[in-house]
Nanobody, 124 residues
Framework: QTTLVESGGGSVQSGGSLRLTCTAS????????MAWFRQAPGREREGVAG????????FYIDSVKGRFTISQDNAKKTLYLQMNNLKPEDSATYYC?????????????????WGQGTQVTVSS
């Protein structure tokens, strides 16, 4: 069992930056992949960025490439999402997710463990 807790959300103006943090506890040694998802009101949850622990390969959806960076600190059991040049369309609740299984990082159904979410609001 893995417990995930996100922090770092908030309200910023367009062009601003935020860094989200996801701290993992419990049985994390078997983690295969982690990802950040987001969900805006009335919209489906979408994968924003994912990372595979084996080779630390990172992936992003097109809309955040060049602006967001996902990274991990294994010693601290922490996942980060650095978000720069934020846009109003980035506003959503952001969730951290973890899985012990292989598979596509952008598919929400492929993750067993989820955090409670942290709100990001970007005003124009």
């Amino acid at each position: 069992q893995t417990t995930l807790v996100e922090s770092g959300g908030g309200s910023v103006q367009s062009g601003g930056s935020l860094r989200l943090t996801c701290t993992a506890s419990g049985d994390t040694d078997s983690t295969y992949k982690m990802a950040w998802f987001r969900q805006a009101p009335g919209r489906e949850r979408e994968g924003v960025a994912g990372i595979y622990f084996g080779d630390s390969s990172a992936f992003y959806i097109d809309s955040v490439k060049g602006r967001f960076t996902i990274s991990q600190d294994n010693a601290k059991k922490t996942l980060y999402l650095q978000m720069n040049n934020l846009k109003p369309e980035d506003s959503a609740t952001y969730y951290c997710a973890a899985s012990i299984y292989s598979g596509s990082w952008w598919i929400a159904g492929g993750f067993e463990f989820w955090g409670q979410g942290t709100q990001v609001t970007v005003s124009s």
